[in-house]
Nanobody
Framework: QVQLVESGGGLVQAGGSLRLSCTASGKSFAKYVMAWYRRAPGQQRELVASITSGGTTNYADSVKDRFTISRDNAKNTVFLQMNSLKAEDTAVYYC??????????WGQGTQVTVSS
């Protein structure tokens, strides 16, 4: 099991920025596919962005050109830089990991609130 600890959520005004971090346990972090999901009130959880072990990234259309996912394998950490935030980005953001064996784990979630 991979332990995931998120940080960086909070309250920000529309147009502002936040940076989320997620630190993972384990010795094989570099091999993991990492992702950020979010769940807005009354909605299903959705994929925001993902990054493979090779650094290939994928984004939801709603966040392209505003959000950037990156990873620091030396620190077992994945980041989500969120710029030009909108009220509709308000959600609980979850870190997600998938090991080379296909095992999946989730973080506890961090709240992001964007005021308009």
């Amino acid at each position: 099991q991979v332990q995931l600890v998120e940080s960086g959520g909070g309250l920000v005004q529309a147009g502002g920025s936040l940076r989320l971090s997620c630190t993972a346990s384990g010795k094989s972090f570099a091999k993991y596919v990492m992702a950020w999901y979010r769940r807005a009130p009354g909605q299903q959880r959705e994929l925001v962005a993902s990054i493979t072990s090779g650094g290939t990234t994928n984004y939801a259309d709603s966040v392209k050109d505003r959000f950037t996912i990156s990873r620091d394998n030396a620190k077992n950490t994945v980041f989500l830089q969120m710029n030009s935030l909108k009220a509709e980005d308000t959600a609980v953001y979850y870190c997600h990991s998938q090991t080379e064996w296909g095992l999946i784990d989730w973080g506890q979630g961090t709240q992001v609130t964007v005021s308009s």
